[in-house]
């Protein structure tokens, strides 16, 4: 089943699913003035998923020139350059 899902598709629904996660996890674990709670470590531990999902799709691309693969790292960049934005200009 997951063979015949797009590689977009599937990029767009892993950072989904884990923006999600992070939430509840900031809500069932929240953090404190000096503790990280789970959301905030989930949030750090995106940033290397990221660079290794990028890296595999890189690769990927490389290897069969799929336009697929290329699309994703896009969407990958965008969801990065959307939520420098949200966090520089939003007033939390």
């Known amino acids: 089943m997951l063979n015949t899902i797009r590689p977009e598709i599937k ?3 892993f950072f989904t699913i884990y923006a999600i996660l992070t939430y509840i ?9 000096c503790t990280p709670g ?12 990221s660079v290794i999902y990028t890296l595999i799709l890189y690769f990927k691309y490389n290897r069969s020139e799929n336009k697929q693969y290329l699309n994703c790292i ?3 960049s965008g969801i990065w ?5 949200i966090l520089k200009y939003a007033n939390l």
Request: hydrophobic share 60%.
């Open 81 to 85: 350059i959307i939520l420098f934005l």
């Open 11 to 13: 990029t767009i629904l």
């Open 74 to 76: 896009y969407i990958i």
């Open 25 to 33: 996890g900031e809500k069932t674990a929240p953090s404190g003035v």
């Open 38 to 49: 789970l959301g905030f470590l989930l949030f750090l531990l995106s940033v290397p998923i």
